[in-house]
Structures are given as structure tokens and as C-alpha cells.
């Protein structure tokens, strides 16, 4: 189980409370749980989040679970890292208007009601039904499911487990698992050459030449744009509109 955690803004430091929280699972010999913090990441998961992931599949743990810092609108990676993903909601805390965040439901192959034995519960699983009417439906066919739980009592806990096997079985037999796996290596790929790429050009970039840009920048000379089209000349990287005729200038230089 990887748990990540918010990192305080101010501090950077990170509480990791949720081993507190899962203190009967801790001593579990087949259960292993790694806290991580977030270290600034916006996705609701930790930079590395999908690495430890590789190293626990590696290990041979046959299920791995993440848990994200919470719900929002841009805390959407996770859908990006997992083969499945579950929204858990409580009745209280206004998470009947969480149910409608557009983002939210786009990503949920289950929603979990968590805190059923509270006043409200059947009206946020109403109104997640409800928003998942407007959501298009699935390629593959797949309707997901509404699930209310006790999770302190256990109740309802077997029925989610029983949808997530559920699940990845509907995506294995539709060819829909292949598909997810590659579209998540493929934007790895793409996040890893995003940093590399941009470490190689800060490294080529002059400071001084950095400092006249963002100067330029502030005092309203220049637009973002044109302040980065200058700055990749200087380097000798063309833009993504840049003539044929600059693209071959560029190869020519850099050979």
C-alpha cells in the first residue's frame, strides 16, 4: 500500500498520519504500507509515486493500492498510475458537490460512499448516480458502480474488493488493461523527456541571459512567448512553429 501524504507549503515537512490511522494493518505480515509526501507535486500523488509502484510490483506484491492526498479537481493522476480507480466520499463536507467536479467522475471506476451509517449517505450516493447519468458511457461497457461502506465496522469493505477484481477482469476481457497499461508508460516516457529536457536547456541557458528575460518580463517589454522564443534561439532550439528553414539551420549548427 502506498500512502502519500500533503507536504506543508510553508514547511515542507509532512505529518504521514496514515500509518496512524491503519495501525492493525501495520503488523500485518502480508500487508506492507510506504508513506510518501507529496514534495510539491499537484497531481495528489507523490513525484515518485509510480517508481516505488514498479519496485513493489518487482518485489512480487500481487495488489497494489495508492491512495492519493485527497479529492479536487486537479488531483487526477492517479487515474494515470492505476489500473483502477475508486472515489471515496463521506455524506458530510459537501462532497455532493464534489460528486459533480467534471474531472472527478471522468476518472472513477467505482465510488464508494464511506460513513453509510451517517445521516446523508443515500443522498450522495443519489447524487453521484445522478452525475454519472450525464457521464458518456464506456467504450468497453463498463457501469460504475455506486458502493456505500462502514469502514470502521467493515461493513461493505468485501463488496469493493469484490468490483475492483470485478473490474480489472472486464478490462482484461475487453482489452481495455493493455491499453491503459500503454497509454501510462507512454506519459511516463513523455514526463521523463519533459524534465530531461528541460534540465539540458536550463543547463545551456546563461543566467545573465535568464535574468535580462525575466526583466524584460516584468517590466512588460516582452510577452511570456516571445521571452521563450528568444530564449530558445539563444540555445539554438526551435519552437514547435518554427520554418523547416530555421529547423535545418538549427540541425546544421548543432552538427
Same mark, same amino acid.
Given at each position: 500500500?502506498?500512502?502519500?501524504?500533503?507536504?506543508?507549503?510553508?514547511?515542507?515537512?509532512?505529518?504521514?498520519?496514515?500509518?496512524v490511522?491503519?495501525?492493525?494493518?501495520?503488523?500485518?505480515?502480508?500487508?506492507?504500507?510506504?508513506?510518501?509526501?507529496?514534495?510539491?507535486?499537484?497531481?495528489?500523488?507523490?513525484?515518485?509515486?509510480?517508481?516505488?509502484c514498479?519496485?513493489?510490483d518487482?518485489?512480487?506484491?500481487?495488489?497494489?493500492?495508492?491512495?492519493?492526498?485527497?479529492?479536487?479537481?486537479?488531483?487526477?493522476?492517479?487515474a494515470?498510475?492505476?489500473?483502477?480507480?475508486?472515489?471515496?466520499?463521506?455524506?458530510?463536507?459537501?462532497?455532493?458537490?464534489?460528486?459533480?467536479?467534471?474531472?472527478?467522475?471522468?476518472?472513477?471506476?467505482?465510488?464508494?460512499?464511506?460513513?453509510?451509517?451517517?445521516?446523508?449517505?443515500?443522498?450522495?450516493?443519489?447524487?453521484?448516480?445522478?452525475?454519472?447519468?450525464?457521464?458518456?458511457?464506456?467504450?468497453?461497457?463498463?457501469?460504475?458502480?455506486?458502493?456505500?461502506?462502514?469502514?470502521?465496522?467493515?461493513?461493505?469493505?468485501?463488496?469493493?474488493?469484490?468490483?475492483? *477484481?470485478?473490474? $480489472? =477482469?472486464?478490462?482484461?476481457?475487453?482489452g481495455?488493461l &493493455?491499453? %491503459?497499461?500503454? @497509454?501510462? +508508460?507512454?506519459?511516463?516516457?513523455?514526463?521523463?523527456?519533459?524534465?530531461?529536457?528541460?534540465?539540458?536547456?536550463?543547463?545551456?541557458?546563461?543566467e545573465?541571459?535568464?535574468?535580462?528575460?525575466? *526583466?524584460?518580463? $516584468? =517590466?512588460?517589454?516582452?510577452?511570456?512567448?516571445?521571452? &521563450?522564443? %528568444?530564449?530558445r @534561439?539563444? +540555445?539554438?532550439?526551435p519552437?514547435?512553429?518554427?520554418?523547416?528553414?530555421?529547423?535545418?539551420?538549427?540541425?546544421?549548427?548543432?552538427s
Amino acid at each position: 500500500m502506498v500512502a502519500v501524504d500533503p507536504t506543508s507549503p510553508f514547511t515542507g515537512g509532512a505529518l504521514l498520519g496514515d500509518r496512524v490511522r491503519m495501525g492493525d494493518l501495520a503488523g500485518d505480515p502480508g500487508v506492507f504500507i510506504r508513506s510518501m509526501a507529496t514534495r510539491g507535486s499537484q497531481g495528489g500523488l507523490a513525484v515518485y509515486t509510480a517508481q516505488v509502484c514498479d519496485v513493489l510490483d518487482a518485489a512480487g506484491f500481487s495488489r497494489l493500492l495508492i491512495e492519493t492526498v485527497g479529492v479536487g479537481q486537479s488531483e487526477l493522476e492517479v487515474a494515470q498510475t492505476a489500473d483502477s480507480t475508486a472515489v471515496v466520499l463521506v455524506p458530510e463536507s459537501g462532497d455532493g458537490v464534489q460528486a459533480m467536479k467534471a474531472g472527478l467522475m471522468e476518472i472513477g471506476d467505482l465510488f464508494v460512499i464511506n460513513k453509510a451509517d451517517r445521516d446523508g449517505a443515500e443522498r450522495a450516493a443519489f447524487a453521484v448516480r445522478s452525475a454519472l447519468e450525464l457521464r458518456p458511457k464506456a467504450d468497453d461497457g463498463w457501469a460504475p458502480p455506486v458502493l456505500l461502506t462502514v469502514a470502521s465496522e467493515g461493513k461493505g469493505v468485501a463488496e469493493v474488493v469484490d468490483r475492483f *477484481e470485478e473490474h $480489472v =477482469a472486464h478490462l482484461k476481457s475487453h482489452g481495455g488493461l &493493455a491499453g %491503459r497499461r500503454r @497509454r501510462r +508508460v507512454e506519459q511516463r516516457m513523455r514526463d521523463l523527456l519533459h524534465a530531461q529536457l528541460w534540465e539540458a536547456f536550463e543547463a545551456r541557458v546563461p543566467e545573465a541571459a535568464w535574468a535580462e528575460a525575466i *526583466e524584460a518580463l $516584468v =517590466a512588460r517589454e516582452v510577452t511570456p512567448h516571445e521571452a &521563450a522564443a %528568444r530564449l530558445r @534561439r539563444l +540555445v539554438g532550439t526551435p519552437g514547435r512553429n518554427a520554418t523547416p528553414e530555421l529547423r535545418e539551420r538549427t540541425a546544421h549548427s548543432r552538427s
